[in-house]
């Protein structure tokens, strides 16, 4: 592996080198954990070059307001269409006419006479459930009332 130079890596972080040979150093730079030290150091060197900030409360300002310029909805948003009074009693008209069918053709009742039998079904099942429990705690405690009663006999 070709190691670039610390002099090499001042060249780079002054940026003055074209833009092929840049990118062939970056690359480098993800593979080898030596030429990253070189270049930390390199750019650890040059910080005193680099500008300041004149004003540090000021370019915080400038960021902060140009960030809520971003924000601000270039165009007015478009307002909701009010739905009319017309629509609204339209929209009445055809609940109103469809109920009406809906009843007419005995569709009601037939839902009606559903739902009551899966009820009764429902109470069926679960009565049936209780009676067998209760049947079941009865037998077992009918044959525990003879064993008890046959143990009283043998002695």
């Known amino acids: 592996m070709n190691h670039m130079t610390y002099e090499n890596w001042l060249e780079y972080v002054r940026d003055e080198l074209n833009e092929e040979t840049r990118k062939v ?3 480098h730079l993800y593979s080898c ?3 990253l030290e070189l270049y930390l150091k ?9 500008p300041g900030l004149e004003e540090v409360s000021s370019f915080t300002d400038s960021i902060m307001q140009q960030v809520t310029e971003l924000n601000k909805p270039k165009t ?4 909701r269409k009010k739905i009319s009074q017309k629509q609204t ?14 009843m007419s053709t005995g569709v009601f ?3 009606m006479n559903m739902a009551s039998s899966f009820e009764h079904s429902e109470q069926k099942q679960a009565e049936s459930f209780v009676q067998s429990f209760l ?3 009865d037998s077992f405690t009918n044959k525990f009332e003879e ?3 046959e143990e009283d006999r043998h002695e």
């Open 25 to 27: 150093y970056e690359n």
């Open 33 to 35: 954990d030596h030429c």
């Open 42 to 50: 390199a750019v650890e060197a040059t910080e005193f070059q680099m």
């Open 76 to 79: 007015k948003p478009k307002p």
């Open 89 to 102: 009693i339209v929209h009445y008209f055809v609940a109103a006419a469809v109920t009406l069918v809906l």
């Open 109 to 111: 009742s037939h839902l």
């Open 135 to 137: 049947n079941k705690q």
């Open 147 to 149: 064993i008890l009663k």
